[in-house]
């Protein structure tokens, strides 16, 4: 139990309710409980116009929640500048799942492409991936994964290998690509084991071994938008986060040299750069209203709130993966009511930064 001391407790429900300028009665309503207000998972998207014109590059990451160098790769690639071309990143697009720290929270994202139930928690956010790829009409789709296990040593293993639908689809020479990139890479890796060979899935063969790949982003992006599109898959079992991030940010300028985009600061700058993206924020902070009155939280605390009462987060300061999540009740409401306690974590993707209580008296 975490909860505070009496004296703490009288001190806590004095600065609740002396200083608050909502009388509890404005609850009638919700007599019984306490609403919970978090802020909503948002569609981090970003769009960065080139200098010069050029090829457009859209760059998906975190469609599964537990593959942190997929979408740290994606975020470091938001901030840059681009000399020539265009790119469209998607850092975070399974949130929920990123800070559960999953791989799907409400199933698997990247089987949900080819048809969803508007009742699936999933669908409002697939939709907007689909309408990005749609509005921005990229020239190129690149999906970032950690998959487990390395692929040149076996061969059934998803990690650490660039996946194509087919060697040649439409006018998409795919397996050519992809080749070039594995070669360019391979040459900066010397573990057997690392190497980053292509896997091709035949998903569009009738015979293929992956039929559910038709589900997948990817195959969407070809089937339905005719953008060419790969996975990029680093290793889960790499020794390091920053392994991961480099790997991918290998695969990332191959591709990008083949399409003629250029970033400022470029790949060798970033590379060298990916320790400081990945060191934790200084300072972490939940800005919360109760009944009226703002509170900053910044270290473990429990809130003991009277009936009637609301608790909203209106903010989280950190990183752009932090955010608030509430583990005892089902991690896709962001608004609801509690009858007794309630643990709350503030949450930098998946590390966790520290949990606040509320507890209704
Ligand atoms: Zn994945």
Not at 216 to 243: H, M
Request: glycine share 6%.
């Amino acid at each position: 139990m975490e909860d505070i001391g009496r004296r703490e407790f009288i001190t806590s429900l004095a600065k609740t309710f002396l200083f608050s300028t909502f009388p509890v009665n404005a609850f009638c309503k919700t007599l019984g409980n306490v609403k919970i207000e978090l802020p909503a998972y948002s569609f981090q998207k970003y769009v960065i116009p080139g200098k010069r014109k050029g090829k457009k590059i859209l760059v998906i990451g975190g469609i599964h929640g537990n593959e942190p160098g997929a979408y740290k790769a994606a975020e470091i690639l938001s901030r840059v500048k681009v000399e020539r071309g265009e790119l469209i990143i998607a850092p975070r697009t399974n949130v929920v799942s990123i800070l559960a720290d999953v791989r799907g929270y409400n199933g698997d994202m990247n089987r949900k492409f080819q048809y969803l139930s508007r009742k699936d928690p999933d669908y409002e956010r697939v939709q907007e991936i689909k309408e990005l790829i749609a509005e921005t009409k990229p020239d190129l789709v690149l999906s970032l994964h950690d998959g487990f296990g390395f692929h040149s040593v076996n061969k059934r293993a998803w990690g650490q290998c660039i996946v194509i639908d087919e060697e040649v689809y439409k006018t998409f020479n795919l397996g050519k690509i992809a080749k070039t990139v594995a070669e360019n890479v391979n040459r900066h890796i010397r573990r057997r084991k690392w190497k980053i060979p292509v896997y091709n899935t035949h998903t569009f063969s009738p015979s293929t071994k992956h039929p559910e790949q038709k589900k997948s982003l990817t195959y969407y992006c070809l089937s339905k938008q005719n953008v060419p599109a790969f996975c990029l898959e680093t290793s889960k079992q790499l020794p390091s986060l920053r392994l991961k991030v480099l790997f991918h940010l290998m695969m990332l300028k191959e591709f990008f040299k083949i399409y003629g985009v250029e970033i400022s600061p470029d790949f060798d700058v970033l590379e060298k750069e990916v320790d400081r993206f990945l060191t934790p924020a200084k300072f972490y902070s939940v800005k919360a209203e109760i009944n009226g009155r703002i509170v900053e939280i910044s270290s473990k605390k429990t809130f003991h709130l009277h009936r009637g009462s609301y608790f909203k987060v209106l903010s989280c300061h950190g990183t752009e993966g932090t955010n608030v999540i509430c583990k005892d009740v089902n991690l896709n409401w962001r608004s609801f009511h509690i009858k007794r306690r309630v643990a709350l974590t503030l949450k930098d993707d998946f590390r966790k930064i520290f949990d606040f209580r509320v507890v209704v008296v």
